[in-house]
């Protein structure tokens, strides 16, 4: 009896130091970095499972003993949890780090930026030329795609907020449209509801559009509540806006880099310059901060302004000392060019 007792003592203590070897060897293995020189990026695809890509990743020459890898999700029992999506491993990362990487759906995400000023032939442009965004609308005609987006006979020019936005590879153009349109909506109603009183708008539409034209008008955020105020002055004054940046949105693909005087004077539906009031639709993709100067603009007495050539302007309570700056910063550099509001 003796000996079978020492013999089942001797047998558990091998045991006990293999399955304590065996333990710290996973650890050891758990904790050791993976085979990366510089960073990789790994898809997981939708429907993947721990155990096919560990195989992937042994194959790639990432991960070594992938059976120890799979045996460790399933000693977590987390083995549902798998993320699909993009993940970037670095330098560092070790097989434990990655399975939390994996669990958490820590995928690698990307940025997209819908520019201040752009339209929306651009801005297709720019989305069709992205390598990340799954491509669903590049065959549909402009109406179509708002369509789509249940904005059916609406024009599409203004109607996506200017920003940046995060997403993950596989996010399709139809997605990224309706963020951006549902976001423009949700900054165009709050900023409705703390507008300055006595606005010239019957509308929100038309501060939308008022807020694209400043959007054209300048790119710094100081002067884009004092333009709109010209403008606002004017429109309630009866006088046209006569901004150039609405010809040349009318002009479509005659437009070559030029404004001439011909230009000025030859009808559109857009050129203020031959309308009263707004144009019909806005001209660009806006910002908060169009959206915020167009719906509280800065109250004043200026009626005119010009670029001064350095990305400012130089503002005029009257005609007289408008064409004086005019004279000093406009027509010694291009006689037949003009860029500001004049009566």
């Known amino acids: 009896m003796r000996k079978v007792v020492i013999s089942f003592l001797i047998t558990l203590t091998l045991v006990v130091a293999l399955a304590y070897a065996g333990w710290r060897s996973l650890q050891t293995y758990l904790d050791d970095p993976l085979k990366l020189s510089q960073a990789q990026v790994v898809m997981v695809e939708p429907g993947s499972s721990f155990s096919r890509l560990a195989r992937q990743l042994a194959t790639e020459g990432i991960l070594e003993r992938p059976d120890w890898f799979s045996f460790f999700v399933r000693l977590k029992k987390v083995g549902h949890l798998l993320k699909a999506g993009e993940y970037q491993l670095e330098p560092g990362t070790t097989p434990r780090t990655l399975l939390v990487q994996l669990i958490e759906g820590k995928t690698l995400s990307y940025n997209f930026s819908i520019i201040e000023g752009l339209n929306f032939k651009q801005l297709r442009a720019s989305i069709n030329s992205n390598p990340h965004i ?31 936005y995060q997403f993950h590879r596989g996010m399709s153009d139809l997605d990224l449209l309706q963020r951006a349109h549902q976001l423009l909506q949700a900054e165009l109603d709050k900023a409705w509801l703390s507008k300055a009183k006595d606005l010239p708008y019957e509308s929100v539409y038309e501060a939308l559009i008022m807020a694209s034209i400043v959007e054209k008008e300048t790119a710094l955020a100081s002067e884009r509540p004092i333009i709109a105020g010209v403008f ?5 004054k009866g006088m046209r806006l006569q901004t150039d940046p609405t010809v040349i949105y009318g002009m479509g693909e005659r437009y070559q880099g030029n404004i001439r005087r011909a230009d000025l004077r030859r009808p559109t539906a857009y050129n203020t310059y031959t309308i009263s009031g707004l144009p019909p639709t806005p001209i660009a993709m806006v910002g908060r901060e169009a959206i915020t100067a167009a719906l509280n603009p800065e109250e004043g007495k200026w009626l005119y302004f010009v670029a001064k050539g350095d990305g400012s302007h130089q503002f005029s309570a009257t005609l007289k000392d408008h064409n004086k700056a005019v004279r000093e910063y406009q027509l010694r550099r291009r006689s037949d060019y003009r860029s500001s509001p004049e009566s």
């Open 134 to 164: 799954r491509k669903t609308l590049s065959d549909h005609s402009d109406a179509q795609i708002m369509a789509t987006l249940g904005l059916e006979g609406q024009h599409p020019e203004g109607m996506f907020l200017a920003d940046t």
């Open 232 to 236: 606002v002055q004017r429109l309630k």
